[in-house]
């Protein structure tokens, strides 16, 4: 189990637009694993690999019904409307509201390097959006519509 340093909004690999991923080898196999290690480590639903200073396109997510990885993912299809509470492993202790698509439907290359589709609703759209944001430079951050202090957070909202 190999746990990975993730990097806050101070650094600036978090602002910068992800390669995407030309091979499959043994380093990327090593990265999906340390990354989703990492994310379980810390508790959260999804890390891609900005957050830990690399600037690949590659994402592990995991909203409560196994793990997800995606290589090179890109969002194909998005519907509907939702305003949910997000927070960020790169960004400790803060969280607001932020508009996603309730539905969205991604494209991806799984470790074998066959192309595959994922379809989320609710939790899974918000991840896939938040950390394909994070491939191109976005936090959540930027799409705040109203910040959460922690005790409404506490309260339930």
Known sequence: MAIRNIRTEEDEVLRKISREVDIINDKI????KDMADTMYDAQ?????????????RIVVIDAGDGLIELINPKIVEESGEQIETEGC??????????????????????????EFTVEGTELLARALCHEV???????????????IDKDELKAGK
């Open 29 to 32: 196999l090593t990265l999906l």
């Open 44 to 56: 959260g639903i999804g890390l891609a690999a900005p957050q830990v200073g690399i600037l690949k």
């Open 89 to 114: 492993l790169s960004i400790p202790e803060v969280f607001g509201e932020v508009k996603r698509p309730a539905k969205v439907t991604v494209k991806a290359l799984n470790r074998k390097g066959e």
């Open 133 to 147: 944001d994070h491939l191109n430079g976005i936090l959540f951050k930027d799409k705040v519509i109203r910040y």
